[in-house]
């Protein structure tokens, strides 16, 4: 079965950090470029940040630009997003899904997603 899993998410005080990790089973994830998206409640998913294929090119959406940084790890079939300084608008479900590339917006797939709470 294909599937992209999500972890790592949870609850966070304000300037806090944490780490997510997407996984890839049934595949093999350096074929494709892989984002970070989020919903936040009563609000429309938004993209947090992707990566390329080859990890070379990444970008960001402003609201994080500088807190959050993408990673992955092809040897390990994983995507990484640490996210750090974290607020209390920080909180939503993040989901990891894979693309063909950045540039491109059909999501080829998506994780089932990982909450994230940033409260004190």
């Known amino acids: 079965q294909l599937q992209l899993v999500e972890s790592g998410g949870g609850l966070v005080q304000p300037g806090g950090s944490l780490r997510l990790s997407c996984a890839a089973s049934?595949?093999?994830?350096?074929?494709?470029?892989i984002g970070w998206f989020r919903q936040a409640p009563g609000k429309e998913r938004e993209g947090v940040s992707c990566i390329s294929k080859s990890g070379g090119s990444t970008n960001y959406a402003d609201s994080v630009k500088g807190r959050f940084t993408i990673s992955r790890d092809n040897a390990k079939n994983t995507v990484f997003l640490q996210m750090n300084s974290l607020k209390p608008e920080d909180t939503a479900i993040y989901y990891c899904?894979?693309?063909?590339?950045?540039?491109?917006?059909?999501?080829?797939?998506w994780g089932q997603g990982t909450q994230v709470t940033v409260s004190s």
């Open positions: 049934g595949f093999t994830l350096d074929y494709y470029a």
């Open positions: 899904a894979a693309r063909m590339a950045c540039s491109l917006p059909t999501i080829m797939r």
